[in-house]
C-alpha cells in the first residue's frame, strides 16, 4: 500500500497542455476512480503516476518518495490497460508467472504466487489453458492477476472493461471491489463511465479539460455537486 500524491502536475504535448497543474491526494488503500468525458486527460493523468509518460511540472510522490525521474518498473505499480495483451503462446500458469521469470525470481517463489493470484482471482481450474480458450472476463482476470503477481504498493486501471459487454462488466465490476478488498493495495481507476465510478470508488475525481472539477465520496458528489457540468455528468437531480 502506499499514498499517491499529486502536486500542481502539468502535461504538456508540444505547446499543447493537456494536464493543468492538478492536485490530488489518495491515501493508503484508497480506491480512487478518475472519471470524465472522452479527451479530458483521465489516460495522460494515468500514465504520468506509471511513468509512461514524462510530466512537464509538478511532482508525483508515491509512498514517501518523489517518483518524477523513476522508471516504470522502479514505482512499485502494476497497471492494467483497457487491451489486455496476454501471451496467446503461454498457458494461465506461465502469463500469470512471465514477470516473476524476467525479474528471475525462483520457481518455488513464482509457483507460491501465481497460485496465491489464481486463488484470489479464481482461476485455479484455468491454469493449463491458453488465452484463445478463454472467454473476455476470464482472460480480464488472467490481466488482473498478471498485476498482482508482484504485490505492487499501487494498481493503475485504464478502461479495464470498456471491451466486454454490458452483463460482463458488471460481473467484472464485483470481481474487482473483491480483489481490492482482498490485495487492499491503493487503487487509481480510471473510466468515463459514471456507473462503473460510482460503484467502485471510495472516492472519485471529476475532470474536465484537463482540470479536476470535484473530488468527493460518490454520494457527496451526486447530492452536492459544484457546478451544472458535474452534475449533469453524474446524473444528479436538478
Ligand atoms: P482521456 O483518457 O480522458 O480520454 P487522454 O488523457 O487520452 O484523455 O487525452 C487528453 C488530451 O491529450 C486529448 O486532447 C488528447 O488528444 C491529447 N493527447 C493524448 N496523448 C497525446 C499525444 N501523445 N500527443 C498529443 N496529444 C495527446
Ligand atoms: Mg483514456
Do not use: W
Not at 489464481?118 to 491458453?130: V, Y
Amino acid at each position: 500500500m502506499a499514498q499517491v500524491h499529486l502536486k500542481n502536475v502539468v502535461k504538456k504535448y508540444g505547446s499543447l497542455e493537456v494536464v493543468h497543474a492538478i492536485n490530488l491526494d489518495i491515501e493508503d488503500g484508497e480506491f480512487v476512480v478518475l472519471v470524465g468525458p472522452s479527451g479530458c486527460g483521465k489516460s495522460t493523468t494515468l500514465r504520468m503516476i506509471a511513468g509512461l509518460e514524462d510530466i512537464s511540472g509538478g511532482d508525483i510522490e508515491i509512498g514517501d518518495r518523489v517518483v518524477n525521474d523513476l522508471a516504470p518498473r522502479d514505482r512499485n505499480i502494476s497497471m492494467v490497460f483497457q487491451n489486455y495483451a496476454l501471451y496467446p503462446h503461454m498457458t494461465v500458469q506461465e502469463n500469470l508467472g512471465f514477470s516473476l521469470k524476467i525479474a528471475k525470481f525462483s520457481q518455488s517463489e513464482i509457483d507460491a504466487a501465481v497460485q496465491n493470484a489464481a486463488e484470489i482471482l479464481s482461476l485455479t481450474d484455468l491454469m493449463d489453458r491458453k488465452p484463445g480458450a478463454l472467454s473476455g472476463g476470464q482472460r480480464q482476470r488472467v490481466a488482473m492477476g498478471r498485476a498482482i503477481v508482484r504485490h505492487p504498493d499501487v494498481f493503475l486501471f485504464d478502461e479495464p472493461l470498456s471491451n466486454l459487454d454490458a452483463k460482463l462488466r458488471t460481473q467484472m465490476r464485483v470481481e474487482i471491489k473483491k480483489l481490492h478488498q482482498k490485495v487492499k493495495s491503493t487503487i487509481v481507476y480510471v473510466t468515463h463511465d459514471q456507473i462503473e465510478a460510482m460503484t467502485l470508488a471510495d472516492r472519485i475525481v471529476i475532470m474536465r479539460d484537463g482540470h479536476i472539477e470535484q473530488i468527493g465520496t460518490p454520494l457527496d458528489v451526486f447530492e452536492h455537486p459544484v457546478n451544472t457540468f458535474v452534475a449533469s455528468f453524474i446524473g444528479s437531480p436538478p
